[in-house]
């Protein structure tokens, strides 16, 4: 199995709501990522899990919680979003982020839309 | 810091020509670097990748990349496009010092038209 996983492929919510994103992988990855994209723009890096520990925070809000309950698993907690929190989130998985080489693979998104 | 800098935001060819998407990264210490395609409403796919060896790297589906130290650059090519290619490029460099970031170029629309 070579994929990332990705649920739901869409989501719309309330900016009173709570929602998670999840993001699952079988290659036996120890990197797991969430990224931010906006349309037409390159992904931004929100958190780095790595051996299942927060390694890499990039000063997202706090309305954004990820949690990594295990080596295969990733999800990112949503709580009280904003309508410009509206975006593609993707998650990726690389191998292992102490050796030198990380390929990057990532799943093909959830697509948020807060209203 | 590093820094990738894509130099067209567009670029409209028509179905069979050549094309060429342009790179260049910003530092000359060791580097990993990557070319990733998005399609419509889709994630991001790794098109192509340099990690060490030859400075030229195929895809499967007829893209190419060459390696230039010298000049900092790692261009994307390929020789006849098809209506599918069209899509968003994304170059990418990762210092081999700190592996867990990319850093990416703002992207290339390639738009294929008949």
């Known amino acids: 199995d070579t994929e990332v996983t990705q649920t739901p492929k869409h989501l719309v919510m309330g900016m009173t709501n709570k929602k998670s994103l999840k993001c699952e992988q079988h290659?036996?990855?120890?990197?797991m990522y969430w990224y931010k994209q906006k349309a037409k723009k390159p992904p931004e890096l929100m958190f780095v899990y790595s051996y299942e520990k927060l390694s890499i925070n990039e000063s997202v809000p706090s309305r954004f919680s990820p949690e990594c309950p295990n080596s295969s698993l990733l999800n990112l907690h949503l709580h009280a979003l904003q309508p410009e929190d509206s975006a593609l989130y993707l998650c990726?998985?690389?191998?292992?982020?102490?050796?030198?080489?990380?390929?990057?693979?990532f799943g093909p998104g959830t697509r948020l839309t807060v209203l | 810091a590093q820094s990738v800098t894509q130099l067209d935001s567009q670029v409209p060819v028509f179905e069979e020509a050549p094309v060429e998407l342009r790179c260049n990264y910003s530092?000359?210490?060791?580097?990993?670097l990557f070319w990733y395609v998005q399609y419509p409403n889709q994630g991001l796919q790794l098109l192509l990748k340099y990690l060490s060896g030859s400075t030229l790297v195929k895809s499967i589906n007829g893209f190419e990349a060459e390696f230039n130290k010298s000049q900092t650059s790692f261009h994307l090519r390929k020789p006849s496009v098809h209506i599918s290619d069209t899509a968003e490029y994304f170059c990418a460099v990762s210092d081999a010092g700190n592996n867990r970031k990319l850093i990416w170029g703002l992207g290339t629309s390639l738009a294929v038209n008949p």
């Open positions: 990726a998985s690389s191998q292992d982020p102490t050796g030198g080489f990380n390929e990057q693979f």
């Open positions: 290659m036996g990855h120890r990197a």
């Open positions: 530092s000359s210490v060791s580097v990993y």
